[in-house]
């Protein structure tokens, strides 16, 4: 069944950078659209950013539009999320998560990593 | 942007019906989608395009859309349900939650 492993979480300071990996398996990974959804503390699910299957378009929330790249390697089956000028309001647990083109339904989801932004 | 809203919280008895709503302008000119949430775990698609389950969700899970608002419904509610529930739609290319709604079964 399908799989999405994500990695790179852990404790940033503010202001510093950090890049976040999803890896697919069992499934045709160039073909589907893939995006990363946040989930902050005690709050609600946010969507973060999707990309084109073959990347030619990326769309982000407007919270973290410039400061974060989400990239994907066809070759490799990986999703990135490259992470910069990081706030304590970046603060979640993130997943990977994909889509059989735009507006169609999420259907899969990585088990997330967790970012905290602390000093 | 787009929003949309969900009441924060519902509550149902055990084999009672439950419904959550989803509340966005012109919603019904769009599909619609509905995750399941359990702490710790992954979110799960229970429906999508406004009424369509997903292989291996229960048939107690349907959903509708008309007017403003998109609607889940729980039927023979189950101690299992008990979950955040989020729908979610799409404008202009982004995915768009709702604030998500907890389902309490007591």
């Known amino acids: 069944h399908v799989q999405l492993v994500e990695s790179g979480g852990g404790v940033v300071q503010p202001g510093r950078s950090l890049r976040l990996s999803c890896v697919a398996s069992e499934f045709t990974f160039s073909t589907y659209t893939m995006h990363w959804v946040r989930q902050a503390p005690g709050k609600g699910l946010e969507w973060v950013a999707v990309?084109?299957?073959?990347?030619?378009?990326?769309y982000y929330i407007d919270s973290v539009e410039g400061r974060f790249t989400i990239s994907r390697d066809n070759s490799e089956n990986t999703l990135y999320l490259q992470m910069s000028s990081l706030t304590s309001e970046d603060t979640a647990v993130y997943y990977c998560a994909r889509s059989d083109g735009f507006n169609a339904e999420v259907d899969s989801w990585g088990q997330g990593t967790l970012v905290t932004v602390s000093s | 942007s787009y929003e949309l809203t969900q009441p924060p919280s519902v509550s149902v008895s055990p084999g009672q019906t439950g419904s959550i709503t989803c509340f966005g302008n012109?919603?019904?000119?769009?599909?619609t989608y509905w995750f399941q949430h359990k702490p710790g775990q992954s979110p799960v698609l229970v429906i999508y395009q406004n009424n369509k389950r997903p292989s291996g969700i229960p048939a107690r899970f349907s959903g509708s859309n008309s007017g403003n608002t998109a609607t889940l419904t729980i039927g023979e509610t189950q101690a299992i349900d008990e979950a955040d529930y989020y729908c979610?739609?799409?404008?202009?290319?982004?995915?768009?939650f709702g604030g998500g709604t907890k389902l309490t079964v007591l």
């Open positions: 012109d919603l019904d000119n769009r599909f």
């Open positions: 990309i084109s299957y073959d990347g030619s378009n990326e």
């Open positions: 979610q739609t799409w404008d202009r290319s982004r995915v768009v």
